[in-house]
């Protein structure tokens, strides 16, 4: 099949494979977006006479019967097509002709991909943030029910100080916030409209970009035309990092909970169908998913590293080494989504041990409650602190244990509501419905 910029000529197949590589199997992901894109530009086309009413109304119908069919998932890139671009384009003049080339004036497919994944990445955006407020809840859930179970605290991998279940799960939900600030932030990017920057350097044709900005529901546009070239790679660099940032709380979340699993340690248990068992130990009981979840928030960790390197040194304007960007962010994305949602869900299951801290062997946690203590009754604390020291040396130190911490975020006060205040802050500052009302006019019935 001949391609859209294919002149006379023709491409050796072995060049014609290695250079579409996994476009026709990613590109999948990004056509409901690029039907979204091409209803704005033909609706904006129309404006500026460059189509006809009859012409708008038949291109219209037939991408909202592709939408359909994608939805449906009945949509695919058929062999010999290089993209999702050209598949439409082929569709619409397959079914009506001539008029179906209209729909690319004023546009390239530099600026069409654009504005496919930064339509895809907002989608996606949403769905990492309903997966995390999930996570969310159920963090802070566990942290309240669990709030007066106590557990060891370790630095440097050492018993250290008591802590407790509340505060343990409550932590990993305040993490959150802070990876919701960085989703924000590459929210903010990719929230610019770049269609009608056609090949870095626009147009002749008298494009309204602001039209095509309100109806695909942007709430800005990237004005400089070579600037919205320059975003590509840009934009999924900054959604990497804020893809690592949540991979790094869900792989120190894992960490610990492989470790507390362990026998030795014995804090918590999952019911034996959420583990897995051994060929030749008949009492082993895994924590694969955790393993797998603490490797593959390790690759996800690497992302943002992996797409600067693919970034790096390009002059502005477009370059097929951007083709691989989408290799890696796309699955990427798909197995933050699964992580998410695999972790919510093995927590909802999640056995906490209570009366860890009565063992003996937790004795000295207690050692820095009695500084304090003797401090409270007028000691300096450096002698209350030899004291103490002095005691574990001769081993007659007798540990008490009763916890007595009353300040914002210790064990005593977990501060849950307003740290679900600040998590409800920042996702009021996505507008989700905004698009969602955008895109829904778009692909409405006539």
Known sequence: MKKLWQKEGSVEKRIEHFTIGKDRELDVFLAPYDVLGTLAHIEMLHSIHLLEADELK??????????????AGNFEIAEGVEDVHSQVEWMLTEKLGEMGKKVHSGRS????????????????????????????????????????VLMPGYTHTQVAMPSSFGLWFGAFAESLVDDMRML???????????????????????LNRKMTTKLLGFSDLSYNVIQAQLGRGKTEKLLAFA???LATTLNKLSSDVVLFCNQNFAFISFPDRLTTGSSIMPHKKNPDVFELL?????????????????????????????????????????????????????????????????????????????????????????????????????????????????????????????????????????????????????????
């Open 184 to 206: 924000q932030a590459a929210w903010q990017v990719a929230d610019q409209n770049p269609l009608g920057s056609a090949a870095g350097y626009g147009s002749s044709f008298p």
């Open 109 to 148: 497919r530099n600026d069409q991909v654009l504005v496919d994944l930064k339509l895809y990445f907002l989608a996606e955006i949403e769905a990492i943030v309903s997966l995390t407020a999930q996570l969310f809840q159920t963090l802070q859930q566990l942290s309240e029910q669990h709030k007066a």
């Open 243 to 245: 893809m690592a940032s």
């Open 58 to 71: 038949q291109l219209q119908q037939e991408l909202k019967a592709i939408f359909a069919q994608i939805e």
């Open 294 to 446: 603490r490797a593959k928030s390790n690759r996800l960790q690497s992302l943002p590293f992996e797409i600067s390197h693919l970034t790096t040194n390009l002059i502005s304007g477009y370059h097929r080494d951007l083709q691989l960007v989408k290799e890696s962010l796309l699955p990427a994305i798909e197995e933050l989504k699964d992580c998410l949602e695999i972790t919510s869900y093995m927590l909802e299951h999640i056995e906490v041990k209570k009366d860890i801290l009565a063992d003996s062997m937790y004795d000295y946690l207690f050692s820095v409650e009695a500084v304090n203590e003797e401090v409270l009754k007028g000691t300096p604390f450096r002698d209350a602190y030899k004291k103490i020291g002095l005691a574990i040396e001769r081993g007659d130190f007798e540990a008490k244990r009763a916890v007595n911490h009353s300040h914002e975020g210790s064990i005593g006060q977990l501060n849950t509501a307003e740290i679900r205040a600040k998590f409800e802050e920042v996702e009021k500052l996505f507008g989700f419905e905004v698009k969602r009302e955008a895109w829904g006019r778009l692909v409405a019935s006539l």
